[in-house]
C-alpha cells in the first residue's frame, strides 16, 4: 500500500532526564506518543502531527493541501505528519500519532470507498442463468405438442426438440457484454488509456460531472514565472533578481533562475538570508537589495498586491513577481471539448480561492471549490454523486479517498503511486486531451454491449419458435446458431476501429 509507505517508520525523539539534560533517541515512529517532543531536520518527512515549539523551516504539504508552493512554517504552527521539510530545522510535539493522524484518516477514507463499490451486475448474466432450463423445458414442451397434439410422429417430434435445443444461443447472450468489452479494453490500451476492469467502462457513459484538481492535474506541477511589474528598469530588474536567486535554494528561486539566468554586471555582497521572509544584498555600486515575501516587505502597500515576491532597491518598492504552476498545454481544449460533449467541469482543489479562480476562469471550468482538504474533498464528491454521477480526476496523495470514491476515478501516469492505485483509469500517455477520448470509447462499448444483447434476444426470440415449428433441421440450426456467435463477434470488432474524435 503505497499510502502507507509514505508515514515515516523513524522518528528522532528528544528526550529530556531528571536534571534536564536532553538526548535524542532514533526510534521508530509507532513508539512516538502524543506530548512527546521529535526532532526533524531538512530532508525529513515529519513523523507526527504536531505543533511546532521551535525552529522554522519550508515544508512540502503537496500531498495533504495541494499548493504547489512550499509553506513557511515557524513557531506555534501546526505541521502534518508524512509532510517534508525542505530547509530548516524544527522541534515538532505531538499532538496526533498513530490512527489519528492526517495520513491515517486518508488511509481509512481510501479503503473504506473502495470497500463501497459494488461489484458489476450485468443483465445478461441474470437472464442466461435461467436461460437454459427455460430452453430444455421448451424442448420437452415442443417434443410433446408435436406428439400428442399435432400427430407428429416421434422421430419428427424429437428432430423439432433437438432443433430447439441446438438453436437456441445462450453463448450470444454470455459474449454480448465480454467481447465488447474486451475490445474496448484494447483499443483504450491502444491510445494510451489504462482501464481497470469492463465496468469501469460501462460507467463511464454514465458521467455527468467531471471533476479535475489543480496541481498536476490541470498543470504540469512545475513552476514558472507567470507575470511581473518593473517599477525599474525591465533589464536591470530580471539581473538584479537572477543575481539575488543564484543564491538561494528555494523552488522559487530555482524557477525564476532557470527562466532568467543573466545576471549581467551585478555582483553582490553581504547577502543575507532572512529565514522565511526573503534575501537581502548589497551590489557592488553600493545599492541595497531586498527580495521576499510581501509580509517582510510590501505588507502596508496598497500598490501590486497578492504577487509572490517583491523586490526593493534601497528601502523603495522596485517591482514584483507571480510565480504559479504552468497549464498543461492541452487542458483549456480537453475542458472546451468535455463542455461541448455536455459535461459540467468542476475545479476541487486544495489550493488557494484566488489562484483557483484565475486558472478555472482562464480554462472556462464551469465551478470552483478552492481550500479544500481531504476530508472536505470526500464530502463535496459525496455531495455530487447524489445529485449524478461523477468522475474524479486527479494527481496526488491527497486526491486519492476521492478517486476511489468517484463513479468513475482518473488519474495521469506521473502522478503519486497512490493515486494511480485508487483511480479506476490511467491516462498513461500523461496527456488530458486523452480523457475525452476515455470518455468516448466508455459510450461507444455501451452501445455496442446493447445493441450486442438486441441481436442476442432478437435471434432467440425468433429462432426458437421457428424452430419448434419444425421449419428448420437441426444441422442448419447449428450453422445459424454459429452464425450469430460471428454476427455479435464482428459487431464488437467495429468498435475496435470506429473514430472516438470529434
Known amino acids: 500500500d503505497s499510502l502507507v509507505q509514505l508515514q515515516p517508520q523513524k522518528a528522532r525523539l528528544v528526550m529530556a532526564d531528571s536534571i534536564g539534560k536532553e538526548t535524542v533517541m532514533e526510534v ?31 515544508v512540502d504539504e503537496h500531498m495533504i493541501t495541494g499548493e504547489s508552493l512550499p509553506a513557511h512554517k515557524d513557531k506555534d504552527d501546526e505541521v502534518v505528519g508524512g509532510t517534508i521539510v525542505l530547509d530548516g530545522n524544527l522541534r515538532v510535539r505531538a499532538t496526533a500519532v498513530g490512527s489519528a493522524s492526517v495520513l491515517s484518516n486518508i488511509i481509512r477514507m481510501v479503503r473504506e470507498a473502495q470497500g463501497q463499490k459494488p461489484p458489476l451486475q450485468k443483465l445478461a448474466d441474470k437472464i442466461s442463468a435461467v436461460f437454459v432450463p427455460v430452453v430444455l423445458g421448451v424442448a420437452v414442451l415442443t417434443l410433446l405438442i408435436s406428439y400428442y397434439a399435432l400427430d407428429a410422429t416421434f422421430e419428427n417430434a424429437m428432430m423439432r426438440a433437438i432443433a430447439v435445443m441446438v438453436i437456441s444461443c445462450p453463448c450470444a447472450m454470455g459474449l454480448a457484454t465480454p467481447a465488447a468489452v474486451a475490445v474496448g479494453l484494447g483499443r483504450a490500451a491502444r491510445n494510451g488509456i489504462l482501464i481497470k476492469g469492463g465496468d469501469t467502462l460501462q460507467r463511464l457513459k454514465t458521467v455527468k460531472n467531471i471533476v479535475f484538481d489543480k496541481t498536476g492535474t490541470l498543470t504540469t506541477g512545475k513552476l514558472q514565472i507567470e507575470s ?43 547577502i543575507e538570508e532572512v529565514k522565511g521572509k526573503g534575501i537581502q544584498a548589497t551590489d557592488n555600486k553600493g545599492n541595497h537589495w531586498q527580495l521576499g515575501s510581501e509580509i517582510w516587505l510590501h505588507g502596508s502597500v496598497a500598490k501590486d498586491k497578492g504577487y509572490d515576491l517583491y523586490l526593493y532597491k534601497n528601502g523603495s518598492y522596485a517591482g514584483a513577481i507571480r510565480v504559479s504552476d504552468a497549464l498543461r498545454p492541452d487542458a483549456k481544449e480537453t475542458i472546451a ?17 484566488a489562484k483557483c479562480e484565475r486558472i478555472a476562469a482562464e480554462l472556462g471550468i464551469d465551478e470552483v471549490l478552492a481550500e479544500q ?36 476515478g482518473i488519474s495521469l501516469s506521473e502522478s503519486t503511486q497512490v493515486a494511480i492505485q485508487s483511480a479506476n483509469v490511467i491516462l498513461s500517455s500523461n496527456q488530458l486531451g486523452t480523457l475525452p477520448r476515455a470518455i468516448r470509447l466508455g459510450i461507444y462499448t455501451e452501445r455496442t454491449i446493447k445493441s450486442n444483447l438486441f441481436w442476442a434476444f432478437i435471434y432467440n426470440i425468433v429462432a426458437i419458435p421457428v424452430a419448434a415449428a419444425g421449419l428448420l433441421r437441426p444441422t442448419y440450426g447449428a450453422g445459424i446458431m454459429a452464425l450469430s456467435d460471428v454476427v455479435l ?14
Open 489 to 502: 463477434i464482428l459487431n464488437s470488432l467495429f468498435l475496435g476501429v470506429r473514430r472516438l474524435k470529434k
Open 337 to 353: 471539448e468535455l463542455k461541448e460533449m455536455g459535461y459540467h467541469t468542476i475545479l476541487l482543489s486544495g489550493d488557494k480561492k
Open 228 to 270: 511581473f511589474t518593473a517599477e525599474i528598469d525591465e533589464q536591470q530588474f530580471k539581473t538584479v533578481v537572477s543575481a539575488i536567486e543564484q543564491h538561494s535554494s528555494h523552488p522559487i528561486a530555482k524557477s525564476i533562475t532557470k527562466q532568467w539566468n543573466d545576471t549581467g554586471d551585478v555582483t553582490l555582497a553581504e
Open 28 to 58: 521508530e515512529s509507532k513508539y512516538v506518543k502524543a506530548g512527546d517532543i521529535v526532532l526533524v531536520n531538512t530532508g525529513d518527512s515529519i513523523p507526527v502531527d504536531g505543533v511546532i515549539i521551535s525552529g522554522d523551516a519550508q
Open 373 to 408: 482538504s481531504p476530508e472536505q474533498k470526500n464530502k463535496k464528491l459525496d455531495e455530487l454523486i447524489q445529485t449524478a454521477p461523477t468522475a474524479m480526476v486527479g494527481d496526488g496523495i491527497n486526491d486519492a479517498p476521492a478517486l476511489a470514491r468517484a463513479t468513475v
